[in-house]
T-cell receptor
């Protein structure tokens, strides 16, 4: 299984600012995703991080608000832009390795926006 | 978007008892995965069952899948205090994008 790390693990931010979350995997993976888990809720897919090209966003999520980069097969970033208290959530990256189906999740980044 | 429903929403059992939770979904799937989450931390992968499988075991976990009813169940046998967590099912409709159920919160009392 892949070992995934995320930075930061948690942060408290002021409204109107932006935060970039990093996701690092210990091996090359085919697919990388970003999910959001709002307080007391389940997980919702934000986007697929595509290596070397623009991310693919799900309905309700836009690039201006959640820009994503994936410069190589082991690293991706998610930025939460112009934050408001409604952005307070846990943000998780996940990966799928080549020739596998299992999707593994990082430890998450807990974000609180004041 | 979430396509799964889970029941019950919450479950409280005595240590040593079995815990069963159910997951239903709406569309055709490639596989269904179960995860555990402790206190809002990251998700731990428990088990994956493919659409052509009916039952799978892993230690004290037993998962069933009924594609005709679009439902799955997770059974945890001989529960322990460490099993206290939220459990989520997630379906993959052939594109690796997971749709999660609402989750079941399990509390195991000592």
């Amino acid at each position: 299984s892949a070992v995934i790390s995320q930075k930061p693990s948690r942060d408290i931010c002021q409204r109107g600012t932006s935060l970039t979350i990093q996701c690092q995997v210990d091996s090359q993976v085919t697919m990388m995703f970003w999910y959001r888990q709002q307080p007391g809720q389940s997980l919702t897919l934000i986007a697929t991080a595509n290596q070397g090209s623009e991310a693919t966003y799900e309905s309700g999520f836009v690039i201006d608000k959640f820009p994503i980069s994936r410069p190589n097969l082991t690293f991706s970033t998610l930025t939460v832009s112009n934050m408001s208290p409604e952005d307070s959530s846990i943000y998780l990256c996940s990966v799928v390795a080549a020739s596998e189906e299992t999707q593994y999740f990082g430890p998450g980044t807990r974000l609180l926006v004041l | 978007s979430q396509q799964g429903e889970e029941d019950p929403q919450a479950l409280s059992i005595q240590e040593g008892e079995n815990a069963t939770m159910n997951c239903s979904y709406k569309t055709s799937i490639n596989n269904l995965q179960w995860y555990r989450q402790n206190s809002g931390r990251g998700l731990v992968h428990l088990i994956l069952i493919r659409s052509n499988e009916r039952e799978k075991h892993s230690g004290r976990l037993r998962v069933t899948l009924d594609t005709s009813k679009k439902s799955s169940s997770l059974l945890i046998t001989a529960s322990r205090a460490a099993d206290t967590a939220s459990y989520f099912c997630a379906t993959d409709a052939y594109d690796y994008k997971l749709s999660f159920g609402a989750g079941t919160t399990v509390t195991v009392r000592a």
